[in-house]
């Protein structure tokens, strides 16, 4: 079973800066890792799928880089509908267990 | 535009049953591997079931499996999740997904969501 971990588990950023946030995989995954944001309420939504390649819609500011073991969600400029709580997913097991981490909780500082 | 509806939910005894359904629209709903995730109150995604486009082929997490039953109905664009010998653990948002196209369809990220429906098991 692979076991996806994020870090930081919370992270207090100001508008305007830059925040980046962390994914690790027990096992390799090559680049079959998404990302998404979840806010309060809502669903999750896509961000982020193979590793880099921004969903549709999704800003310029947010870019995942990232393979094998070691995966980074970057936001470049933090703006108020940023924050929330971010996941990576792995998508590379078969068969089929899909695995999320734990999450990041993006807030204001 | 690519949607899933979701319906069902609601307060349930523990040991008692209860499905949800998830109703597709805007593709074709019978080329695509759909899948089940959860949150518990609190906590982060959990993905607990899935079934390939054809509906051959079901996967489920360990904490359901042998509780839960995925299955799909092409007539209908729908997916359904049965549980059974439900226990307060299972006490959750659920939400559907669909993940990807054709035979490697698992091999998918998850897009679009459904807007989740909750299910709270309490006596």
């Known amino acids: 079973e692979i076991v996806m971990t994020q870090s930081p588990a919370t992270l207090s950023v100001s508008p305007g800066e830059r925040a980046t946030l962390s994914c690790r995989a027990s096992?390799?995954?090559?680049?079959?890792l998404a990302w998404y944001q979840q806010k309060p309420g809502q669903a999750p939504r896509l961000l982020i799928f193979a590793a880099s390649a921004r969903a549709t819609g999704i800003p310029a500011r947010f870019s995942g880089t990232g393979s094998g073991t070691e995966f980074t969600l970057t936001i470049s400029s933090l703006q108020s509908e940023d924050f929330a709580i971010y996941y990576c997913q792995q998508y590379n097991t078969w068969p089929p267990t899909w695995t999320f981490g734990q999450g990041t909780k993006v807030e204001m500082k | 535009e690519v949607q899933l509806l979701q319906s069902g939910g609601g307060l349930v005894q523990p040991g008692k049953s209860l499905s949800l359904s998830c109703r597709a629209s805007g593709f074709t709903f019978s080329s695509y591997t759909l899948t089940w995730v959860r949150q518990a109150p609190g906590k982060g995604l959990e993905w607990i079931s899935g079934?390939?486009?054809?509906?051959?082929?079901?996967y489920y997490a360990d904490s359901v499996e042998g509780r839960f039953t995925v299955s799909r109905d092409t007539l209908r664009d729908t997916m359904y999740l049965h549980m059974h010998s439900l226990r307060a653990e299972d006490t959750a948002i659920y939400y559907c997904?669909?993940?990807?196209?054709?035979?490697?369809?698992?091999?998918?990220?998850?897009?679009?969501w459904g807007q989740g429906t909750l299910v709270t098991v309490s006596s």
């Open positions: 096992q390799s995954l090559s680049t079959n």
């Open positions: 997904a669909r993940a990807g196209p054709g035979s490697s369809g698992w091999h998918n990220w998850f897009d679009p």
């Open positions: 079934i390939s486009g054809s509906g051959v082929n079901t």
